[in-house]
C-alpha cells in the first residue's frame, strides 16, 4: 500500500532522506519492533519509533508508573502514576502518532513466556534493567535470529551494541557471565542522570531503523561506551567467542542453561 | 612506560575516586598486579582470585578486547589507553 498524503507529511523530513525516501518509510511502516521494558531506555525508544512510523511496536513490562520513574521515563506523566507501564506508554504514543499499532504485555520476560512473544517481532530493543532478564532476552533473540538492540545505563555511563545472530557477537560472547549479587550497583542504589538513558535509548532506536532500513553500518562487533560526566564517547571493538553458550558452533540452536540468579 | 588506565563510574570508589590512573607496566598481568598492590578493593572487584578479570569485567587496549589479544600476556607501550568496562545493567 502506497503511503497516504497524511503520512507523506509527517514523515516528510525523514523522506527526503535519500537513504530512507517512500520505500523505506513503506518498510518502517511494515516493520515490527518489540521494546523490552518501557523505562529509561525504552521511553525515547519508543517514543521515536513511534515518531517515525514503525508500524507495529510491541511494549512488555509488568510494573506500574512510579513518581520515581519520571525523572527519566520520559514516555509516562505524572497523570499516570500507579497505571501499568504498557497502558501509559501505549496512550502517550497513541497520541503521538495515531498511525502506529501499540502492542502492550504487561509481564516479565523469562524463560517461559519470551520466545512466543519475540517471535511475533522483526527487531527487539533490549530496555531491560536487570541482568537476568538481559541473558533471557539475548539467548531468545539469538534462538529466533531476531537482531537485538542492546543498551545498558548506570550513573552517568551508558552502553550500546546491536547483535545481529549469526553474524556478530552476542550479548554473552562480551559478557560471558553476569556479575554476582552486590557486585555492580543497580541504579536505584547508584543513581542515574535520567538524559543518559535518553541518549543511549536514542542509540537503540537509530540503531533499529538503520537495521530496518538496511542502511549504514550497524554497531554490530562495536560496543558503544558512553562517558557523560567526561562526555567521551568510544566504540570498542567486540568478538564471537567460539565457545559461547548461546551463538557459538558448539552451541545447541541457542539452547543454554539459565543465568545464574544474580 | 605509562599507561593510562580508565576507571569505570562504579569502581571509582576503589581507586581513590580517580578517573584514571597512570601505571608503568609492561602488560597487562602486570598491570593487574599494580592494582592488587595500590588499590586491592578495586582488584577484588575486577579480577578472580587467580588474578584473571572477572566474566563481566572486560579489559580493552586501545579498544580491542584482550580475551582477542593475548589476555594476560598482551604486551603494553607507552602511550597505550586500557578501559576497564563492567556489564551494566540499569534500564
Known amino acids: 500500500m502506497e503511503l497516504t498524503k497524511d503520512e507523506i507529511v509527517r514523515y516528510s523530513r525523514q523522506i527526503a532522506l535519500p537513504e530512507v525516501g517512500g520505500a523505506g518509510q513503506e518498510k518502517l511502516r511494515a516493520a515490527r519492533v518489540l521494546i523490552v521494558g518501557a523505562g529509561g531506555l525504552g521511553s525515547p525508544a519508543a517514543l521515536y519509533l513511534a515518531a517515525a512510523g514503525v508500524g507495529t511496536i510491541g511494549i512488555a513490562d509488568p510494573d506500574t508508573v512510579q513518581l520515581s520513574d519520571l525523572g527519566r521515563q520520559i514516555i509516562h506523566t505524572t497523570a499516570a502514576v500507579g497505571s501499568p507501564k504498557v497502558e501509559s506508554a501505549a496512550s502517550t504514543l497513541g497520541a503521538l502518532n495515531p498511525l502506529v499499532n501499540v502492542e502492550a504485555y504487561a509481564v516479565n520476560l523469562d524463560d517461559s513466556n519470551a520466545e512466543a512473544i519475540v517471535a511475533r517481532y522483526d527487531l527487539v530493543i533490549d530496555g531491560t534493567d536487570n541482568y537476568e532478564a538481559r541473558y533471557v532476552l539475548n539467548d531468545c533473540c539469538v534462538r529466533l535470529g531476531k537482531p537485538l538492540c542492546h543498551g545498558a545505563v548506570l550513573g552517568f555511563e551508558g552502553q550500546a551494541t546491536t547483535i545481529l545472530p549469526g553474524r556478530s557477537p552476542c550479548y554473552r560472547c562480551i559478557y560471558p557471565r553476569p556479575p554476582g549479587q552486590g557486585a555492580i550497583p543497580s541504579c536505584r542504589d547508584a543513581g542515574v542522570l535520567g538524559s543518559v538513558p535518553g541518549l543511549i535509548g536514542a542509540v537503540q532506536a537509530t540503531e533499529a531503523m538503520k537495521v530496518i532500513l538496511g542502511i549504514g553500518e550497524p554497531l554490530s562487533g562495536r560496543l558503544l561506551v558512553f562517558d557523560a560526566l567526561a562526555m567521551e564517547m568510544r566504540v570498542v571493538q567486540v568478538h564471537s567467542d567460539p565457545g559461547c553458550p548461546a551463538c557459538g558452533p558448539l552451541s545447541r540452536d541457542g539452547k543454554v542453561e539459565a543465568c545464574p540468579s544474580v | ?91
Open chain 2, 1 to 91: 612506560m605509562s599507561v593510562r588506565v580508565k576507571i569505570p563510574a562504579p569502581f571509582r570508589w576503589f581507586a581513590g575516586d580517580q578517573q584514571e590512573l597512570r601505571l608503568d607496566t609492561e602488560d597487562v598481568a602486570g598491570l593487574l598486579a599494580r592494582i592488587r598492590a595500590d588499590y586491592p578493593e578495586l582488584a577484588a572487584r575486577i579480577c578472580e582470585p587467580d588474578g584473571a578479570p572477572k566474566g563481566f569485567i572486560n579489559i580493552y587496549l586501545n579498544e580491542q578486547d584482550i580475551r582477542f589479544l593475548s589476555g594476560c600476556d598482551t604486551r603494553l607501550a607507552d602511550g597505550d589507553e586500557v578501559l576497564i568496562v563492567p556489564a551494566i545493567a540499569g534500564g
